[in-house]
């Protein structure tokens, strides 16, 4: 609780007290308001009204001075400053109004900028798909309790994706004083528990000094390996009390970024050692390049070993034009896998098939039982108990918890010096045919792509491959695809810089592709990209306001709805266990399995979209229209404006 | 639960299987493709294969069924014995005319066309 200071000349306590009673009937004196002996002392059970009340009923009352000194929010403003945070999507509050007030007047709304969303989880959202966008974190502020618990799904998905959002959450924890009612709903003893089990760090600050040491602090946690998002609860008192004119000194602490952990160097070497005497060696990287540096990196890694590199997507750590580039049926074979901050290492070399087997499903492996297993991972550092994103246990033979990127000088000049000058033909044969297989995967990718080119409704590789006719001459970046359009992006669009492919949500958290495009657009805006998105419908639809804050803030971005009509997953799903069963699936008058169609009707997702301020066309059946009407679209969002275009799809 | 090694992916080996000893055995039947799409519909199999039979790399291993090579025996075997990533469809669930009526509807399927005759996936994956 914050700390009680005699010498205070204006008590915020009392002041709230005050401001509950003058809401229905005036403002009263807050040195006039009720005592504590008064309130303590033991009552018959027909109170006499105290002496706060009394004011309030009898009259007399006077308005506060409206001088009470500085608010401690605007101290936190100065404190936020420091920290280079441009943007604050944000749903508005009363429990944060302190902040807010100080932010938008005091702050001047720059630095950040604050961006007004329709619901927590679109704030979130945007703060994470921002993030992958640019490398830099942006905050958001949510209100206590209720808005922190809209909030959780996208909390849980940065979580799982290792990505810093910082989170400040309003909250009144003074009972005996904070206003009645509402505002004591939406208040909790610690509404940091909400998210606790999915952050890294949390805290309740108690007085501007804590505040800007946790603010500080969370910043760097954070940011530092592995990732991921932090709290902090906010009194809604401490935002609005005065700054203590007793002398105190405020100080801001000066932030400085750690140095990345690094894989032990006696560990680094013996993985070395058994990639580079490896006959069949793979890399698998999934969050491994954290930087462009870190693409440059692997690209380095895996030539020096001419191995392939299979990459599992949620973060684009290699370039898929490189020979190297292999799909994950390479693992099979290998006698040496090195896998780089990987999501799940158990199903990466395993794998689950499910048929209902003893009614549940069949593990499965791919590897040889003889196949060394390599790791780095910085989530080794931080494992948490409660949610199961740390997957299944898999036995390693070299686990280096640090950080992959951080890791790979020292595992490159390890491997360099470990390769025996007899081994290197060999290594340039292995390379040759890697090379060839490259070459043709590309061909039977194509192939498979150019089926169904002419179906209507259109396939999805159709979609993907009229979208980019039209943005392949523009500095492009694939902010977002959310549904899933058999990974047709990733198989067909040369993807070679990092913002050109962002990954997925980390939790799977449906409700993820629309706010984490708009935040990517909102920082690929500001660095000169073109930002294009493939939506599905389900994921547009659980907080569809987003749509609206994008037109609000003018963040250029081109969404072509993947509109399946349908939670196609599910759709599955339902019809898997009926088969399982020996039951017709019901239908009902939709085309999958009762629940889990979104049509009858079908949603115009282009007026949608018309409403909320975009420019929008659709709906698209014949692919033949497809082509012309993103050209259209492209040349809004070039002059600055979102544009979406909603295309009747295949289911994937 | 067992645990076993699966070298590749469990869908094409069963496909193999089927194709290899089943093969040439295939007969033709006086079936309806346009019921076959009805029922290629109705009975979900569009869900993991699509509209068109082209699959996906998501939902059927990647397997294109349109114009399948398997003969029609091998076929309806492995939709009814299936125990991959594919459920089984067993007589409750689909008959076996509802079965030769999509075979039917497979092959109906047009032939793709050739990539090089798509000039927009000439574009794609330049280097």
Redesign the interface.
């Known amino acids: 609780m914050l700390k009680k200071n005699s010498s205070m000349k204006f008590n915020r306590r009392k002041f709230l007290a005050a401001a509950a009673v003058a809401g229905t009937t005036g403002v009263v004196n807050p040195a006039r308001a009720a005592t504590a002996p008064e309130a303590q002392r033991r009552l018959p059970s027909a109170l006499p009204p105290n002496a706060h009340v009394a004011a309030a009923e009898t009259g007399t009352l006077q308005m506060p001075s409206g001088d009470n000194g500085t608010p401690g929010s605007d101290f936190m403003v100065d404190v936020i400053k420091t920290l280079d945070i441009k943007y604050l999507p944000a749903n508005p509050a009363a429990s944060y109004r302190g902040l807010h007030e100080s932010l938008i007047d005091y702050g001047k709304n720059t630095m950040p900028e604050f961006l007004t969303c329709m619901h927590e989880e679109s704030a979130v959202g945007m703060c994470h798909g921002y993030y992958k966008a640019t490398g830099k974190p942006i905050m958001t502020l949510v209100h206590g309790v209720v808005g922190l618990q809209h909030a959780t799904m996208a909390v849980y998905n940065a979580w799982c994706d290792r990505v810093p959002v910082l989170i400040i959450g309003g909250n009144d924890l003074d009972a005996a004083h904070r206003p009645p009612g509402v505002p004591t709903f939406h208040s909790a003893q610690d509404i940091n528990a909400i998210v606790r089990d999915y952050t890294k760090w949390d805290d309740n600050p108690v007085s501007p000094q804590h505040f800007a040491q946790s603010f500080v602090r969370m910043y760097k946690i954070a940011t530092t390996p592995p990732y991921g998002p932090v709290m902090m609860a906010l009194d809604g008192g401490l935002q609005n009390e005065p700054i203590r004119g007793d002398g105190e000194k405020l100080y801001i602490p000066k932030f400085f970024v750690s140095a990345p952990p690094q894989g032990d160097l006696g560990a680094v070497k013996e993985a070395a050692s058994l990639l580079a005497n490896a006959e069949r060696p793979v890399i698998v990287v999934d969050r491994a390049a954290r930087t462009p540096e870190g693409v440059k990196l692997l690209v380095e890694l895996a030539e020096l070993l001419q191995a392939p590199v299979v990459d599992q997507g949620n973060r684009m750590n290699f370039p898929n034009t490189h020979y190297l580039n292999r799909p994950a049926n390479v693992i099979n074979q290998a006698d040496v896998i090195i896998g780089m901050e990987l999501s799940d290492y158990w199903n990466t070399v395993n794998g689950f098939v499910d048929n209902g087997y003893e009614g549940i499903g069949q593990n499965i492996t791919k590897m040889k039982p003889e196949t060394k297993l390599i790791s780095i991972s910085s989530v080794d550092l931080l494992t948490k108990s409660n949610y199961q994103d740390f997957q299944r246990f898999q036995s390693i033979d070299v686990s280096m918890p640090g950080d992959a990127e951080a890791t790979l000088p020292s595992l490159i000049e390890a491997v360099k010096s470990a390769i025996p000058n007899n081994r290197k033909d060999a290594l340039t044969k292995r390379g040759d045919a890697i090379r060839q297989a490259h070459a043709k995967g590309l061909d039977n990718t194509k192939q498979a792509a150019a089926i169904a080119w002419e179906a209507n409704p259109v396939s999805t590789a159709r979609l993907v491959t009229e979208l980019y006719a039209q943005i392949k001459d523009l500095d492009w970046s694939l902010v977002s695809t959310s549904g899933n359009t058999s990974n047709w992006a990733n198989r067909l669009w040369p993807i070679e810089k990092h913002y050109q492919w962002l990954g997925w949500s980390g939790g799977y958290g449906v409700g993820y592709g629309a706010p984490a495009s708009v935040g990517a657009a909102l920082g690929n805006r500001d660095l000169g990209r073109f930002s294009v998105s493939i939506q599905s419908d389900g994921d547009l639809m659980y907080a569809p306001g987003v749509l609206w804050t994008a037109a609000r803030h003018k963040i250029p971005l081109l969404a072509v709805m993947h509109n399946n009509r349908g939670y196609h997953q599910e759709v599955m799903h339902v019809q898997r266990l009926s088969n399982f069963r020996n039951r017709v699936a019901n239908i009902g008058n939709d085309l999958g399995p009762i629940g889990t169609s979104i049509m009858n009707p079908d949603i115009q997702y282009h007026k949608l979209a018309e409403s909320l301020g975009w420019w929008a066309t659709g709906p698209i059946v014949d692919p033949g229209d497809l082509g012309p009407a993103i050209r259209e679209a492209v040349a809004v969002v070039k002059s600055g404006q979102p544009a979406l275009v909603n295309v009747m799809t295949q289911p994937r | 639960?067992?645990?076993?090694?699966?070298?590749?992916?469990?869908a094409l080996v069963a496909l193999a299987a089927f194709a290899a000893s089943f093969g040439g055995q295939g007969t033709a039947v006086a079936a309806s493709a346009e019921k076959g799409k009805a029922a290629f519909?109705?009975?979900?199999c569009?869900?993991?294969h699509?509209?068109?039979?082209?699959g996906?790399?998501?939902?059927s291993n990647?397997t294109?069924i349109?114009r399948t090579a398997l003969p029609l025996d091998a076929f309806k075997s492995f939709v009814r014995n299936t125990?991959?990533?594919m459920?089984?469809?067993?007589p409750?669930?689909l008959s076996d005319d509802e079965l030769d009526d999509i075979y039917a509807y497979l092959q109906s399927l047009?032939q793709?066309?050739?990539?090089s005759d798509?000039p927009?996936?000439g574009?794609?994956?330049?280097?």
């Open positions: 639960m067992r645990f076993v090694r699966v070298p590749v992916a469990p519909i109705q009975r979900g569009w869900q993991c699509d509209y068109n039979g082209q996906s790399v998501a939902t990647g294109v349109a125990n991959g990533a459920p089984p469809y067993r409750q669930v047009p793709p066309k050739s990539p798509i927009l996936l574009d794609v994956r330049a280097q």
